[in-house]
C-alpha cells in the first residue's frame, strides 16, 4: 500500500509539510478516493435495480455523478483549486438532484443536508470567506424547508428506486461519517507536525540567541551594533568601557566621537577603518572597522584603542634627527645597512674593469636563535658585533660588509677573471670566516649559509638587483650546502609559481575552482554522506590539488579558499534538500580558518539562518596542522559542536599527538590515514594499530572512518576490524555533484556502489 501513501501524501516526510497547496491536495485526494471507493458500491447496485424496473435515467444521472468525482480526483494531480471548484459543484448538483427528482419528499429533504457542507468543505480549500458566503447561501434551503412544500418536478424525472431510502442515508453516513472526518484528520495531522517544528524551531532561535549573545560579549574586541543613523542599539561590555558608556546606556556613537578625517560623520564606518577620539577622553585614539552589514540595515562596528601606538607614533617623530643620522648604518655593528650597501656597491659595480667581476653574496648566520635561548639575547648582540669585526679583518680592504638584516649580512667583493673562477672564490671567502667565536666566558660554534650572485660591469646590474638574486640564492640553496648560487633556471622556476600563485588567487575570487565529491560508504556499499574535494583547472589541464592547497597554506589563502568550498558545499547540499537527497557532505579545514573571526562567524550566521544545515555540513579538521594544538580553536570547535556539527579528526595518527587530540578536540569521527590501510593486511604491525585505534573509537563511542581502501580485500579485512565507514577509489573516485546529483535516484533512500557489487 506504499503507492497509496504515496499518493494520498501520508508518508512520514508529508505528513509533516506545512505548504497549505500540498496538503489541500491530500485532503481533496482523500474526500473524493474514499467516496469513489465507497459509492461505488451504491451506483453499481442502484443501476442493476434501475435496469430491472427499466428507471434508465437513474443510470445515467448516478453514472454521470460517478464520472463527474473520476474527472475531479484526476484533475486534482495539477489544479487543486479546479477540482475543489469540481467537488462543490458536484455536492451541490447531487443535493439538488436528490431534492427535485425525488417522489418522497420526505427523502428529498435529505439533498439539502449535503449542500450544507458546502461551508465546511470551502472552508478547506478556499478560507473562510469563501465559506462565510456559503454559510449566508445556506439560509436560502433553510428557509425553503422551514415551509414544508414539496418542489415542482421540472423534468418529470424520477430517481425513485425501492431501495432509494437506504441509498440516501447511507451516502450520508459514508460522506459525514467517513470522508469529512478522514480529510479533517489529515488537517489536524498536519497542524500536530507544524506545531512540534514551530515548537523545535523556537527552541533552536533560543540557542542561536545565546550563541549570539556569547559570541558578542566573548569575541575579544570592543564591538557596537548601530542603525544606519548611528543609534547605538547593542554594546558589549568592552565597548562600553572605551565609550565610557553604562550598560544598556542608549547613545549615538556619532555624537560620542570626534573624527579625525574631514566629511560627513554618517558615512564614515561604511568607508573601511577610520580614526577617530572619544569626546569624553581627548587623549584617547581610536580606529573605528566596519565589520559587516546585516540583514535587518543594522552595522555591527569594532572599535580598536590606538592611544598607545600614537604616543609611540610621537617619540619616533622626535628621534628622527637621531634616526637620520645613523640612515646608511647598523646602530649594532657600525656596518653599512642595506641602503649603505646599496650606494657603495653601486659605486664600485661602475669602477670594475673590464676584466673583473663583482662577487655579491648574502650570509645568513645559522643557530643564533638557539644560541639566545641558550645563553641569552644579550649573548646574541654580542656575537653579531664580534663577527662583524672578525670577518671585516679577514675580508680585502676593498670588500664591502654589510649587515642587512637579523642574522644576515651582505658582501661585495671585486675579483678578477683570470686570475680565480668566482665559484671558487665564493667558496674561499667562506672557508675564511671563522669556525668558533668567543663572547666572554661562552665559546659558540658558528655555522653559515651562503646565496651568492656574480656580475660584470658590462651587465649593468644595480645593487638591489643584485640583493634580489642572492635573496633567492639562499632561499633556493640546499639547508645542507654551506653555498648556494643564484640560478637563472630556478629563479624563472619560482617566476612561474608566483604566476600560478596570482592564478589561483584570481580563480578563488572568481569562483573558478569546481567542487567535486568523493562517497563515504558502510561495508555493503551503500553510500552514506561525500567529502568535497576541489579541482582546479587551467584551459582543461588538471592542476594537482595539493599543489594549490600547499600553496593556499604558504601565502595565507586559506580562509578565502575555504569560505570558496563552504559556500559551494551549502549550495549543493540546499539543491540535494530540494530534491530529497539527504547527504551530508564534509568540508576540510586546516585550523586556521576557524581562527579567523569573520570565517567563524560566517559559519555561525549560516547555521543560524538554516538550522538544517548543522545536520548536512561536516567539518574535517586535519590533525597534523599546527593550529589544531591552539586552544582558541579547541573552544571554536566546541561551541559549533554544540551548535549542531559533526566535527572529524582527518588523518588521525599522522600527528605528533593523537591522543591529546581525542581530549581536546570535541570530535565524534576519526579518519584512519590512508598510510595505515595501504599496508593491510601483510603488515602485522600497522594490523595491531589498527585493531586498537578502531576498540578505542568504539570505546568512545566515535565513528571510525578508513581513507584509501582501494581493493576489496582491504574492504573485507576493515569490515571484520569492525570499521563502519570506508572511503576510497574501490567505492568511487571523485565526480562532479551534477554526476552524484544524477547517480543518485531521489525515490532511494541509499546507493549501493556498482564497482562494489561486482567485486562481491
Not at 11 to 31: E, H, P, Y
Not at 68 to 91: E, N
Not at 175 to 189: D, E, Y
Not at 232 to 243: P, Y
Request: charged share 15%; with cysteine.
Amino acid at each position: 500500500m506504499g503507492w497509496l501513501g504515496r499518493y494520498l501524501r501520508l508518508r512520514t516526510q508529508d505528513l509533516g509539510n506545512a505548504d497549505t497547496a500540498f496538503w489541500q491536495q491530500s485532503v481533496l485526494r482523500i474526500i473524493m478516493l474514499s467516496g469513489l471507493c465507497l459509492v461505488s458500491v451504491i451506483v453499481f447496485h442502484s443501476s442493476w435495480q434501475a435496469w430491472q424496473l427499466g428507471a434508465y435515467q437513474v443510470i445515467i444521472i448516478s453514472s454521470l455523478f460517478y464520472a463527474a468525482l473520476v474527472f475531479a480526483l484526476f484533475l486534482s494531480k495539477q489544479h487543486t483549486k479546479k477540482s475543489a471548484v469540481a467537488l462543490l459543484l458536484i455536492v451541490v448538483m447531487a443535493g439538488l438532484c436528490i431534492l427535485l427528482f425525488n417522489d418522497d419528499f420526505e427523502m428529498g429533504k435529505l439533498g439539502i443536508i449535503f449542500i450544507y457542507t458546502l461551508p465546511m468543505i470551502s472552508l478547506m480549500f478556499f478560507g473562510f470567506r469563501t465559506a462565510l458566503v456559503f454559510m449566508s447561501l445556506n439560509f436560502i434551503p433553510f428557509i425553503y424547508l422551514l415551509q414544508n412544500q414539496a418542489p415542482n418536478n421540472l423534468f418529470g424525472l424520477s430517481i425513485t428506486l425501492p431501495a432509494t431510502h437506504s441509498y440516501l442515508h447511507g451516502l450520508l453516513f459514508l460522506f459525514f461519517n467517513l470522508c469529512l472526518p478522514l480529510a479533517a484528520a489529515r488537517i489536524f495531522s498536519t497542524l500536530k507536525r507544524s506545531a512540534g517544528q514551530l515548537s523545535e524551531l523556537n527552541q533552536n532561535l533560543a540557542q542561536s540567541h545565546n550563541y549570539y549573545e556569547e559570541l558578542f560579549e566573548h569575541n575579544g574586541s570592543a564591538t557596537v551594533l548601530v542603525t544606519a543613523s548611528g543609534d547605538i542599539i547593542k554594546s558589549n561590555s568592552l565597548a562600553c568601557e572605551v565609550l565610557g558608556l553604562e550598560v544598556g546606556q542608549q547613545a549615538n556613537l556619532l555624537s560620542l566621537l570626534n573624527f579625525v578625517q574631514d566629511g560627513q560623520l554618517q558615512g564614515h564606518w561604511l568607508k573601511g577603518k577610520v580614526e577617530c577620539k572619544v569626546k569624553s577622553r581627548p587623549d584617547s585614539s581610536l580606529v573605528l572597522k566596519h565589520v559587516m552589514l546585516t540583514r535587518s540595515g543594522h552595522h555591527v562596528v569594532s572599535l580598536q584603542e590606538i592611544s598607545a601606538l600614537r604616543q609611540l607614533q610621537q617619540q619616533l617623530k622626535q628621534s628622527q634627527k637621531v634616526q637620520d643620522s645613523w640612515l646608511h648604518y647598523d646602530s649594532l655593528t657600525c656596518l653599512p645597512n642595506i641602503a649603505g650597501f646599496t650606494e657603495l656597491a653601486n659605486y664600485k659595480q661602475e669602477q670594475l674593469a673590464p676584466h673583473e667581476f663583482a662577487l655579491v653574496a648574502i650570509i645568513r648566520l645559522r643557530h643564533v636563535k638557539t644560541l639566545n635561548q641558550q645563553y641569552g639575547y644579550e649573548f646574541g648582540s654580542q656575537l653579531l658585533q664580534h663577527f662583524s669585526k672578525v670577518a671585516k679583518a679577514a675580508l680585502p680592504s676593498d670588500a664591502v660588509l654589510a649587515r642587512v638584516r637579523g642574522v644576515k649580512f651582505a658582501l661585495w667583493l671585486k675579483g678578477d677573471l683570470n686570475v680565480v673562477d668566482p665559484k671558487q672564490l665564493a667558496q674561499a671567502i667562506a672557508s675564511q670566516l671563522p669556525v668558533e667565536l668567543t663572547v666572554g666566558p661562552y665559546t659558540a660554534r658558528m655555522s653559515y649559509q651562503f646565496g651568492v650572485s656574480f656580475t660584470e660591469r658590462r651587465d649593468n646590474y644595480n645593487a638591489q638587483q643584485l640583493i634580489e638574486q642572492y635573496e633567492l640564492a639562499l632561499e633556493l640553496s640546499d639547508p645542507n650546502q654551506v653555498v648556494g648560487f643564484y640560478d637563472q633556471q630556478q629563479a624563472q622556476q619560482l617566476e612561474q609559481d608566483y604566476q600560478l600563485l596570482n592564478a589561483f588567487r584570481d580563480a578563488i575570487r572568481q569562483k573558478h575552482l569546481e567542487l567535486w565529491l568523493q562517497p563515504k560508504v558502510d561495508p555493503q556499499g551503500q553510500i552514506q554522506s561525500f567529502e568535497a574535494l576541489s579541482r582546479w583547472f587551467i584551459d582543461g589541464q588538471a592542476i594537482a590539488p595539493d599543489s594549490f592547497v600547499l600553496m593556499a597554506e604558504r601565502h595565507g589563502l586559506m580562509t578565502m579558499f575555504s569560505r570558496l568550498v563552504l559556500q559551494q558545499s551549502v549550495g549543493i547540499l540546499q539543491s540535494w534538500q530540494q530534491q530529497g537527497l539527504l547527504y551530508p557532505i564534509a568540508i576540510n579545514l586546516g585550523g586556521p580558518e576557524l581562527l579567523d573571526d569573520s570565517f567563524f562567524a560566517e559559519l555561525m550566521s549560516l547555521s543560524a539562518d538554516h538550522p538544517w544545515l548543522t545536520r548536512y555540513l561536516q567539518l574535517e579538521i586535519t590533525e597534523t596542522n599546527i593550529a589544531v594544538q591552539q586552544p582558541l580553536l579547541h573552544k571554536r570547535l566546541k561551541a559549533l559542536n554544540q551548535y549542531g556539527f559533526s566535527i572529524s579528526i582527518d588523518d588521525f595518527g599522522t600527528g605528533h599527538s593523537s591522543l591529546s587530540q581525542l581530549v581536546d578536540c570535541p570530535a565524534d569521527t576519526i579518519k584512519i590515514d590512508r598510510r595505515f590501510v595501504s599496508c593491510i593486511p601483510q603488515d602485522s604491525r600497522t594490523v595491531r594499530i589498527l585493531h586498537t585505534t578502531i576498540q578505542l573509537a568504539k570505546a568512545l563511542n566515535l565513528q571510525i572512518v578508513a581513507e584509501g581502501v582501494e581493493n576489496d580485500i582491504q574492504r573485507r579485512f576493515l569490515q571484520s576490524l569492525g570499521c563502519q565507514l570506508m572511503q576510497g577509489y574501490l567505492f568511487g573516485r571523485p565526480a562532479p555533484a551534477l554526476y552524484w546529483e544524477n547517480l543518485l535516484s531521489p525515490h532511494l533512500s541509499s546507493v549501493t556502489i556498482p564497482a562494489l557489487q561486482h567485486q562481491n
